[in-house]
């Protein structure tokens, strides 16, 4: 299964990854970091399949992807 | 001074001469009445000896293209004249603050505005008060003689690396366009190695920034207060000044560049006649003699400054004078060039009565 | 396990100031691949501007220039000519490159300067609050063109791409985007192409990069997003503009 490390302290929260992630397995968390903004989570690590769309579209370049 | 030959050169080919001789192999620049022989001469010189010659697309253009040179280290170089040298402000004032060696030239012509393309001292104000926005200074080196257009570019280059700070030589359109005997020589200092600082490519080491932005809570004052310092020990070591003082001297003549040698030959000739005048040349207009000069009002010596334009050194004059002494003045604005005999009036004038000799 | 994306080694960890969904980090990031796989960051000299981009030195691991706003074209042109072995990028924004710049990079295109350059076009004034820029688009309000950007006040938009690519200089020239992932995808290989324009001294490699910026457009950055394709896109065309090929040197 393909590993999704999210750097969530450093997220903004503009949820472009959620959009364009082609399984839908993204979401906007409902907890605050530390800049205050609502960050990216992981809903369904089961769907990920690794393409690293979500990190490759991220403005904050926080998202790495190992498979 | 080995290696040294002596020829009948333009001022503004000396200077050029003088820039290739220091090792600056890199000049940008833009046309410009009357200091186009250097960019001639230079277009010339420069490709044929491993350099590059840039003629830019304005003076806004070589200015920046100059900034980035000296970023990485290298002596370069930009000349122009009055007009250009306004254009040229943002990019010196973007090197005092990013610590950039550089060497300006301005061969004065005469403003405001477009003006004209008579000689002039009309830019003294802009450049020793930095002349763009922001609290810095930049050296200001006033050449009176042919060989001093050479001398004082050698020693532009070796100033600007030393301090890491632009320098300017303001010359003039007599200086720069006529001929004299120069003794052109090789210079011995080294340059300085700039792999401490310069932009040379993060090789084996974090990247690097040649910056003047500081946004960061006391991080400006605290840069400012930074450069303040280094303008401070400019001024301790550097402030150059040329100053023949007769005994009983009876008053004495300041003046800088073209005025300083018109106003020489008056001098000469009133000493020749059993007068007793003295001789004040600023070599440095900025940092700026004040010592030296204090020295003389504190004799009670009356000082008459002579320039180029309708008073502008005269205020330095003063300010260093603090009232030890009378400060007169003898302007002249660009369009008429005084004569030695025009100055000698001046200063007969205002020698103290009773005194002249037989 | 093996890495399919990770940070680029060029960057430095410090994080982006820009506002959520700006698209400046991502183009950062395609920068700092490129210079990663050209492996050029030990000889990388890059000019910074003034705007948005102004941190770049922040973020790069590597040497920066600081430029006067618009002047970056010149700076760069003072760092290639005395250090031809280095390689040297500019990052300008519109304002930056397209208005107070556009005698710079005009003439550093003109005479062919071997030289990178990453153009960001968001139509707008992003550091000062959203002012109208010379790519504003028709009837886009802005700080200054409160009623929408008007030709007969204000000019139209301006095609710096189309306008470079006729200049012998150039060679290599194209708009792109990034805002979807195949627009993405594009966008690098351009990035790409004008870094191995410079490699190949084929002079001025020029990418526009179409960019977001939701604070200045009052936009969620979803809506932002879109607004690349809806509104710009259709007056800005993406394309390679220019491209000098093999053999036909400078």
Known sequence: ?67 | MSESKVTFEKGNVALAKAAVAAGCRYYFGYPITPQSDIPEYLSGVLPRIGGQFVQAESEVASINMLLGAGATGKRAMTSSSSPGISLKQEGISYMAGSEIPAVIVNVQRSGPGLGGIAPSQGDYFQATRGGGHGDYRVIVLAPASVQEMYDLTVLAFELADAYRTPVMVLADAMIGMMKEPLEEWVPQNPEPAKDDWAATGAAGRPGRRIKSLYLGDGELAEHNWKLAQKYERIRREETRVQIELPEGCELAVVAFGSAARIAKSAVDRLNDEGRRVGYVRPITLWPFPEEAIRRVAEQGVPLLTVELNTGQMVEDVRLAVEGRAPVHFAGYPPGYLPSPDDIYDEIVRRLPAGKEAA | ?250
Not at chain 1, 28 to 45: A, E, F, Q, S
Not at chain 3, 51 to 73: K, N
């Open chain 1, 1 to 67: 299964m393909p590993k999704l490390v999210i750097r969530d302290d450093r997220c903004k929260g503009c949820s472009i990854c959620v959009e364009f992630c082609p399984k839908d397995c993204l979401e906007i968390t409902d907890r605050l970091n530390p800049l205050g903004y609502r960050p990216v989570g992981l809903r369904d690590p089961e769907a990920c399949t690794g393409c690293a769309i979500c990190a490759r579209m991220c403005p904050e370049v926080v998202i790495e992807v190992w498979k």
């Open chain 3, 1 to 250: 396990m093996k890495p399919v994306f990770v940070r680029p080694q060029s960057l430095t960890d410090k994080p982006f100031h820009f506002c959520p969904g700006c698209h400046h980090g991502v183009i950062h990031r395609l920068v700092a691949e490129a210079i990663d796989r050209f492996g050029v960051r030990e000889r990388t000299i890059a000019a910074a501007s003034v705007g948005c981009s102004v941190f770049l030195y922040d973020y790069f691991d590597i040497d920066v220039v600081e430029s006067p706003h618009g002047r970056a074209p010149a700076v760069a042109t003072g760092i290639k000519r005395t250090n031809p072995d280095k390689f040297v990028f500019i990052y300008q924004g519109d304002g930056d490159l397209a208005a107070i710049g556009t005698a710079e990079i005009i003439h550093a295109a003109n005479r062919g300067e071997n030289l990178t350059v990453v153009f960001v076009n968001n139509t707008v004034y992003g550091m000062t609050g959203g002012q109208m820029a010379p790519t504003t688009l028709l009837g886009q309000p802005t700080t200054t063109s409160p009623y929408g950007r008007e030709f007969g006040q204000d000019g139209y938009p301006i095609k710096m791409t189309e306008m470079l690519a006729q200049l012998e200089g150039v060679g290599f020239a194209a708009r792109v985007a990034v805002d979807t992932p195949a627009r993405l995808a594009q966008a690098r290989k351009a990035v790409f192409r004008a870094f191995e324009t410079q490699l190949e001294e084929k002079g001025m490699g020029f990418v526009e990069i179409l960019s977001s910026c939701p604070t200045n457009w009052g936009m969620k950055p979803l809506e932002a997003v879109r607004r690349i394709e809806r509104e710009m896109i259709p007056y800005f065309p993406l394309g390679v503009y220019k491209e000098r090929k093999g053999s036909d040197a400078l």
